[in-house]
Each structure stands twice: as structure tokens, then as C-alpha cells.
């Protein structure tokens, strides 16, 4: 049984939830909240609003991209934006992770390819993500959500962290996880055997807010997980006020890098995070509010026990897959991140398996700078994931949304091919 399925049969009857998917934006090093105005020290995948509607972007000046190496909180996202790779049309935020690389027997590295999640139909996304904002629950007292509000962000997870440190009673300790096979024996660290189903990082950002402070210095330390775990546990009363759960789901497509053959012969795992985490320990994500005028707290308010399918929250404007995919934003870092096999991880990321914490390389030469003229974005390449993600119409069952549930608002893409497996066993 999968977790998901589990999770979101449970939740749509004690909790509630928006789940909704997100393509992917932009694959680059930029960390407008850790490292702004500067490159980032490692790869991220981005999703969310952008401020251009067309495929390609094709001028090149910073003004035109939205998701910057600076963001001010001070800037109006949804006014700048004029696009999202989110199925709802009013969350113009910004979400990203680390990026995760197949390291080869002879250790060259190639991207993991993403792929859509269960149920999130109609169409297949381009990588990215799948976005939830879970309600609270009861026996939970603080029933009762604000909504975060322009300018809020935070970072959930440590990039540097190598070992299992946190204290397995704390809720922290349920923060990042991983599902191998998709399956429900969710592990901090990465697998040590190949996963026939894909592996999916599961990542639970802090549903309690201090109620004053938009960010903080550690971008954390404003925000709170409940005490006692995830669901139906109260906030503490140094964080009282109750936000949403966002929660954030990557499926990983590991499938074309299951071959014993390509595994390392000394019986470690190769799977390894941008950051030179070859534990899995380091993952972590980053939030910037975008969503229009009051849309998430009116959403909030109203969209109970919608089954997890986005068009079954009349509160918001579901857009097509089609139009998610064709929102991008070109990378402005010059340096090849994926396509291909690459020697070293973008950046200087040499890679660290702890316990200690990693450390920052000195002096590294990789490329600090953008360019000017970044090189218009290609087509999408679309991962066929191997389960459903939408009924044919005539099919009904719960949390499975209706192939034409969302009608084509532009003309049908090419049909998408599966990626062709990106390794040949020697
Ligand atoms: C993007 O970031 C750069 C570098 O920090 C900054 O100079 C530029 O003004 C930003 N552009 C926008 C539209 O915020
Ligand atoms: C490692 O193997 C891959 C796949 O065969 C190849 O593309 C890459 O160039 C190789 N790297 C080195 C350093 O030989
Ligand atoms: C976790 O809680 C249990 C039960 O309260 C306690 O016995 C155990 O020592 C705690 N573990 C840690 C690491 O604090």
C-alpha cells in the first residue's frame, strides 16, 4: 500500500488538504533566501510563479526573471508574476529543494530525472513536485488556520547535516523522510538497494508561527513544528499561532539506475544530494509566499476534505498541465547540470558522508556569476511514471481526479515520449 494513499485517505476524513502539483521552473544554484544576491554554493530544483507566460524566454535581462538570486520581501510576487508551473493559478510562491545525481561506478555523476506523483492528473508534469497544505486536525485545540502572508518564507532541513542526530522523540525527527518503493518504510536516510518504484523525499515544513517575525536569520527559528508529531498535536507557546502544513513530495525516478551492475562494488548506495550528501541527511527546502491577495486563507477556509484533487476546491483556478509545463525560467548560472554525465556536482561539492557536518570548500572556482544571455529553455522531456495519475471519466474513486476533469486551455503538446534510459551498462 502506498504511503500517499494511506496519508490521504486517512486525512480526508479527520484532516483536510490542498494537493495539487507543480512542474518544474528552473534547475539552477540560486538560494535567494540562504545566499542572496550571490550563486549558491549547490544545485536546486524550483517551482512556482515566474514572471513570463511564453516557453521560451528569450531576452535575458535579470528584470524578467522572478525567481532571482534576490528576492526583497518587500516585492508584490503575484503582481510580478504572469505565470505559475503550480496547478493553481493564484500560487505565484516560490518552493525548491536540492537536486539529487546517480553517481556512476566511474564516478561521474548524471541527474535523477523527477517524475509526476499518483493522482495528480489530468497530464503529466514536468518533474518538480507535488504540493500539499494540510488543515489541522483534531485532538488538535487550535483548530482555527491563519493563512502566511506577503513576504513570509523559511527553510526547512540542513544542507550540511551527514548524520541522524535529532532526537527521535522531537517532531523534527519526522521533518525529512524518505519512501523507498513508495512504500510506507520511510527511512531519514537514502536506501541501501535500488527501489523498483522510485524513491520520494517527503518533507514537512512547520505549521506554527511566532505571529511576528516574517523570516528569521536561520529562516527557521520563526517557525515551530507542533509538539508530539505532524498531525493533531498543538502548537508550542513560543510559536502559537497555527499556519498552514505544507508539505512537499519529490518522486525521484530511480528506475533507470537500478541494475546491481551500475552499483558500487564496495556495496554502498550512489545516490547523492547536490550538496555531496551521499546520506540523504542533508535534504532540504525553501518557501517563499507568493499566493494572490487572500486565496490560500480563503481556500483554507473552505476546501475541506477534497479528496486531495485540486478541482474539487471551488475557492481557486486550476490551469492545464499543458500551460503548468510551459512556464519557465532559463538558468542563468553557465555551467551544465544535467543531459549528460558530469565529473563533478555543480559547485564545489566534493562529496562529504559525515557524521560530522560538511564543510564549505575554500576558494572554489566553479562559476559565481550569471550570464546575460542564458540559452533559451528547450522542450520539457516528460517521465511516463508507472501508475495512474487520472481516471478516464467514467471511472470514479476517491482521490483519483477525472481525466477531463481540467479542459486544454492551449493546444495539445506533442505526445511525450518516455526518457530514454540515460545509462548503458558497459
Ligand atoms: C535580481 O537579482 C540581482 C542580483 O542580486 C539584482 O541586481 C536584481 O535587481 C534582481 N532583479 C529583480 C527583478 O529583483
Ligand atoms: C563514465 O561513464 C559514463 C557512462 O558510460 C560516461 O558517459 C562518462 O563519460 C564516464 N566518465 C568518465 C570519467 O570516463
Ligand atoms: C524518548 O521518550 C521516551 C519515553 O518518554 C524516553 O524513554 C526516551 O529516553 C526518549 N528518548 C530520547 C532520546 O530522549
Redesign the pocket.
Known sequence: MFLFAILSLAVSLASAQLRFPCSQLVTERFDPLVTP?EVSPHLHQIVGGQALISGLETGGS??L?RF???M?PTNDLPALSSCTTCRFVEDKSNYWTAVMYFKNRNGSFIRVPQMANHNTGPGIQDGGMTVYYFQPNPPTKDLNIVAFRKGFRMRVGSPMRRTNDIDPNLTEAKQVTASLDLGPDDTFEFPHRPCSGGIRSNIYFPQCWDGVNLDSPDHESHVAHPVGGLFGTDCPSTHPVRVPLLFMEIVWDTRPFNDPALWPEDGSQPLVFSMGDPTGYGQHADYVFGWEGDSLQRAMDVCFGGEGIATNCPALTVQDTDTMNACKQAAKVPEITEGRYIENLPGCNPLQSGPASATVIENCDAPSTTTAAPAPVGPSSLVIPPWTVCNPGTVHQVGVPSCDSIPKTTPPAAVPTPRPAVITPA
Open positions: 544576491g535579470s528584470t526573471s532571482n538570486l534576490t526583497d
